[in-house]
């Protein structure tokens, strides 16, 4: 009898084999998985690159436009350091995802080996591993496997989120970093009227002519009109072949977008439900309605705000892209401040009865990049943008002061008290001087340079609803009891002043070297830009207008009580 041991040959039980096969599945699952997440990765690092991307490029030409704007230099800072975080992230992800997908590669051939090659391997005789001893192994493999791969998982994730750099921006801010903006340029904005009183809510139009002679009730010199179902005061706001209307009716908000060739209806869209807006609506007066704000547009999306706080984001084909409630405001006779876009910033004026206040919302989102409250009365006023050395400022009228915000940030810049009453009209800007007005208050003119008061004229028919012009070292004003009045920019003297049978709501506007005004009952003045009043058209337009038109490429976009007419060839 032989009574020698044989050899313990060392093979895999059963149940670890099937266990390293299972662990096999998993690592070539997960190494899929990595190994597509870089290919992804890779291809988008390629197409876009973050240190080469359109918007830094916009905001490099823009800078070499205005080279001591510090507003523009801290944003492409600000842009810069996304863009290398970005870039950096990319890279990150990439060289961690390569050692998580050779390391999960290792691990799956180990377990192919330990999976496949032991079938060929028989264990001797009386030398088979407990059946539940091998089971625990297996679970043990199966479980430390898993427990690697999730801290691979999470290592390639957690080490690819770049850190949070805050919005060093005053005033309350939405939390976290911004995607690069995407705005227009300048050269595109004052190509189109893209808010009330055209680019920079000022009433000047940056084209060389308009139309002089027409008549509404013959068709001369109208391109087209076309019979508007809905109410509304907002002026027409324009950008390339989009005109852009707000309506409201019969508890319905709408927009309208129409083709400026032909006055065809492109889209007609009411305003989805508004989260958090309330079921009642606020009471409004008759002549100002729930559509008074005229709307803006960037030329890709278009936004509009009504009486009742909602504020509305269209694309230029009819998608409702987002809206907001800022809380129904305390306004008696109803919400009427007209929006305007900085940048990717949609700056909104609320000055209501319980808290006034300025907000600058991202023009993407809706999300609100900063508010600022304000120490006014309510205003019916819209807000205008001046630029000069340094930051963009908006410029608002209202009682009891005319003051300047940062359009970056919201910080207050400058704040003169000088105003009163009810404040309807905005402010008109020339030569470095701001002049705002309103009925039995004042016309003042404010130095942005010096922050101070240049001079006052209350001895002259002031505005109470239409909003001054300044032009060619003069300054226009219009007033419902049917009086124009020109002033020296530079000193507040009156030069002259002409009465006309009907008031005027509807704003001046200036085209080259000619000012164009039109009273409520739809006649249209132009007159000469000068020191003395010299008429150059009277056009009947045969219908009610209270709303600013507006001028593009040598048309007038002017909106009557029932239709909304195009001027022009």
Partial sequence: M????????????????????????????FSL????????????SRRANPLRSAGMEQ????????????????????????????????????????????????LLLVALHVGVGGDAQVAAPGQRKDTGDAQRQARLMIGGVGGILVIAAFFLAYGNVPAKQPITESGKQAAGPRAAPRFPSRAEVLQNWPCFRGPDGLGIAHCSKAPIAWNGASGKGIAWSLPLEHSGFGAPVIWGSHLFLSVADDNMLGVMCIDTGGGKVLWKKAVVR?????????????????AAPSMATDGQRAFAIYATGDIVCFSVTGEQLWT???????NHYG????????????IVQYDEFKKPRLLALDSHTGVTIWETVRPVEISWASPALIHGDGDAQIVLNASPVVAAYSAMTGASLWSV????????????????????????????????????????????????????????????????????????????????????????????????????????VGVTHIFRAGPAYETLGTCELGEAVVSTPGVVNGRIYLRGVETLFCIGE
């Fill in 417 to 520: 008290e000088c105003m009163g009453g009810e404040v309807a009209p905005s402010i008109a800007f020339a030569d470095g001087i701001v002049f705002a007005a309103n009925e039995y208050a004042t016309c003042a003119a404010v130095d942005v340079k010096t922050k101070a008061i240049k001079w006052q004229n209350d001895e002259i028919n002031l505005p109470d609803v239409a909003s001054p012009v300044a032009a060619r070292g003069f300054v226009f004003l219009a007033s419902s009891s049917g009086v124009i009045t020109c002033m020296e920019g530079a000193t507040g003297t009156l030069v002259w002043k002409h009465e006309f049978a009907e008031g005027f709501y509807s704003s001046p506007i200036v085209v080259a070297d000619r000012v164009y005004v039109t009273d409520m």
């Fill in 274 to 290: 508004v989260a958090g807006a309330p079921e009642e609506w606020p009471e409004v007066t008759d002549d100002t309605g729930y």
């Fill in 59 to 106: 905001l490099l030409a823009e800078l070499k436009v205005s080279p001591d704007s510090v507003a523009l230099r801290d944003e492409v800072r600000a842009f810069d350091l996304l863009a290398r975080q970005a870039f950096f992230s990319s890279q990150r992800f990439a060289r961690r995802g390569a050692y998580v997908l050779l390391g999960s590669v290792l």
């Fill in 324 to 330: 907001r409630h800022l809380g129904t405001p305390e």
């Fill in 33 to 44: 998985v990595v190994a597509l997440l870089l290919g992804v990765n890779a291809i988008q």
């Fill in 2 to 29: 032989n009574n020698s041991v044989e050899p313990t040959v060392s093979t895999p039980s059963g149940a670890a084999q099937t266990a390293a096969r299972t662990v096999a599945l998993v690592a070539a699952a």
């Fill in 335 to 346: 919400h009427s401040s007209s929006l305007i876009l900085y940048r990717d910033r949609l």
